[in-house]
């Protein structure tokens, strides 16, 4: 048999013992190979331009029948198709979508509690200054633009210099300072506007208003921590109250009283565009420690007691409803209130009917204000409606639902106690703060939502504790103490973010999406923390230019594929301050899309590693507003 040359496998080459026919068959392979690429290198010489883009992927144009058939091939192509571009990169508008300003005349647009808009809503039961949010797609009303600031917008006073005073050209609306001139409001002093801390049943200032209720219950031992003021003017109640360490969730309408939730925000309060009218205000229930109405205007005893009936829903079980102005103490104020004695006599004997029919107590009345008292349980309130039929207790309902819910003229139950024990807090009695910050909340403690544990509660805590330290050595504004003050997470989960700032004077409005797979707000109420429900594929009921920082804790991964990216985007634009901070916490391939849209909406960003390093997935981006307002009015110029 003839002797073949064949070759051993090069890596075992040196393991193997070399003798002449071997290396002489490596000599000629070799020779042979070099001999070809020399000869197809010749063949090509005068062909060496870079590839053009039809040829850069020449493997994917199908063989045709006439080649396969034997017809002369297509000559080979060594041109080198991955080369370096040394033109310019692209510019920010070219990378993503960019959306133009709006106009002037949009710099306190509101999509969702729109003026204009609402006049198409009935009227009964104040429907039309419920949420009524724009459509989007194609002939949709919502609008595709950057919300400006106003001409000469300045960054606002620091708290606590804010709770006093604000720029005019950041709220240039004086119609307050004339209509609520003798209650002392708002006062307009030079470019600025200042407020005394007055009210309209606390005319001598909202700090000696809070003394009064203080020395009717404790204000100050930290068994009272969230309180809710409806119809709450320009917020001076939950302004004076943070002093007492109690966080206040403030709302009223956009309504005659132009910009009164502005004026709170600008002032560094908690505060949210809202009224009660047919729908359920946005908290869970069992959320707050105490109630608030001051000359707030609202039907209390109308409707079947309905709006009463939603404060009970969310207040907790021993919390407190505080009632001053019409008609406490008509009997001195009658005449000025422009009503009738017997009216407004005929109007607290409903009130007072109504409350010891929700198993309320009433604590005390003195002077101009009235304290009530809600059970700490239902064990004596289920046998006494045997007496009162009305309310009955609700049926086969989820007390924390609450985004566009209706109300129920129905009593929602509390837990049951074990063994009926009237001493035992249904849902669990709280600790007083600040232990109740860190203490493993009743709801999660009882097991009533889904895979949330102790354990899940001790590691989140920890983890955001880490997390808020990461964040401020990336954004030396979040670092900077009193550089921020009105902080919003849009993705809240148990509350961690909010909770690892609790020693920076800030407050955090912490949102729980309706889309998100367990309900947590009410968690984040029993740590003493406040909070809103929300879609962000809809608008928030809150000014432009609301937050010096927006966290966006994986909020796109979550909307993915149930909105659009850039209507997201461009609500977070509206609702941020200039030369405010996003946030940005998501999978590093959502992160990319992000700012190459964020980059298109003049902000300076950048991607940076998670705290645990890079070889996470998440990733962080932090993306910082730039300066920019409406043109000067043309009379400027």
């Keep these: 048999m003839a002797k073949t040359c ?52 020449p493997c994917k144009t199908p063989v045709s029948v006439a080649a396969a058939a034997g017809d002369p091939a297509p000559p ?52 039309y200054r419920e949420r009524h949010c724009p459509e989007g797609g194609a002939g949709g009303e919502r609008l595709r633009c950057r919300v400006p600031a106003p001409y000469g917008y300045r ?32 006062k307009f002093e030079g470019n600025r506007f200042v407020f005394p801390g007055g ?23 930290g068994s009272i921590k969230t309180a809710l003021d409806t119809g709450c003017g320009v917020a001076s109640w939950g302004a004076y109250l943070l002093s007492r360490n109690i ?49 707030c205007l609202i039907p209390w005893s109308q409707y ?58 009433k604590l005390k009345q003195k002077e101009d204000i009235a304290i009530w008292q809600k059970p700490t349980n239902h064990v004596h309130c289920k046998i006494n409606r045997k007496v009162f039929k009305f309310p009955h207790f609700c049926q086969s309902q989820d007390p924390d639902m609450a985004w566009y819910t209706k109300m129920e003229a129905c009593l929602t139950p509390l837990p049951d106690v ?32 889904e895979g949330i544990t102790e354990k899940t509660f001790i590691e989140n805590t920890a983890a955001w504790k880490t997390r808020v330290l990461h964040y401020k050595s990336l954004d030396s504004q979040l670092a900077e103490l009193g550089r921020y003050r009105n902080l919003l997470d849009m993705n809240s989960y148990l509350g961690g973010f909010a909770a690892a700032l609790v020693d920076d004077p800030v407050w955090v409005m912490n949102i729980v999406p309706v889309e998100a797979r367990v309900n947590t707000l009410g968690v984040i109420y029993e740590r003493g923390l406040i909070g809103t429900y929300q879609s962000w594929c809809e608008a928030m009921s809150t000014y432009p230019r609301t937050y010096d920082l927006i966290h966006a804790n994986s909020v796109f991964t979550l909307y993915r594929d149930r909105c659009e990216m850039e209507d997201i985007l461009l609500e977070m634009d509206r609702i941020l301050r200039p030369e405010g ?15 190459d849209a964020i980059d298109g909406m003049q902000y300076d960003s950048k991607i940076t590693d998670h705290e645990n390093g890079p070889l996470e997935r998440e990733k962080i981006l932090l993306a910082v507003k730039q300066y920019w307002t409406s043109p000067a009015p043309e009379s400027d110029q």
């Design 247 to 295: 966080l206040a969730m403030s709302f009223a309408p956009r309504d005659t009283h132009e910009a009164q939730v502005q004026f709170a925000l600008e002032r560094g309060v908690p505060a949210l565009i809202g009224v009660l009218a047919s729908n359920r205000i946005p908290y869970p229930s069992r959320a707050f420690d105490m109630a608030h109405c001051s000359r």
């Design 155 to 186: 960054r606002p006073f620091r708290w606590p210099e804010s709770r006093g005073t604000a720029w005019f050209a950041n709220v240039p609306h004086k119609e307050l300072t004339v209509e609520k001139r003798n209650q002392n409001w708002v």
């Design 581 to 595: 901070s996003i946030i940005f916490r998501d999978d590093m391939d959502v992160l990319v899309k992000i700012k």
């Design 304 to 361: 079947n007691g309905l709006y009463l009936i939603e404060i009970d829903r969310v207040l907790r079980p021993g919390g407190y409803w505080i009632l001053s102005g019409p008609p406490i103490n008509w009997e001195r104020h009658w005449k000025g209130w422009e009503r009738t004695s017997e009216d407004l006599k005929a109007e607290q004997t409903s009130i007072e009917t109504l409350a010891r029919s929700l198993c309320w107590k």
């Design 76 to 127: 080979l192509d060594f041109a080198a198709h991955h080369y370096w571009d040394f033109r310019a990169p692209p510019s920010a508008a070219e990378r993503g979508p960019r959306f133009p300003p709006c106009g002037a005349n949009f710099s306190e647009y509101t999509p969702c509690e729109d003026v204009a808009r609402s006049l198409r809503f009935e009227r009964e039961m104040l429907v």
């Design 199 to 221: 009210g309209t049943m606390f005319p001598k200032g909202a700090d000696k208003y809070i003394e009064d209720i203080g020395k009717m219950i404790n204000l100050r031992d």
């Design 418 to 449: 074990p063994d009926n024990n009237i001493k035992v807090v249904a849902g669990g009695g709280l600790v007083r703060w600040p232990e109740r910050l860190m203490s493993v909340p009743p709801r999660i403690s009882s097991g009533s939502l």
């Design 6 to 57: 064949s070759c051993p496998n090069p890596l075992n080459y040196f393991a193997t013992r070399t003798n002449k026919s071997t290396l002489l068959c490596l000599t000629a392979t070799s020779f042979l190979c070099t001999l070809s690429y020399l000869a197809a290198l010749w063949r090509r010489s005068g062909d060496f331009s870079p590839a053009s883009p039809a040829t850069i992927f």
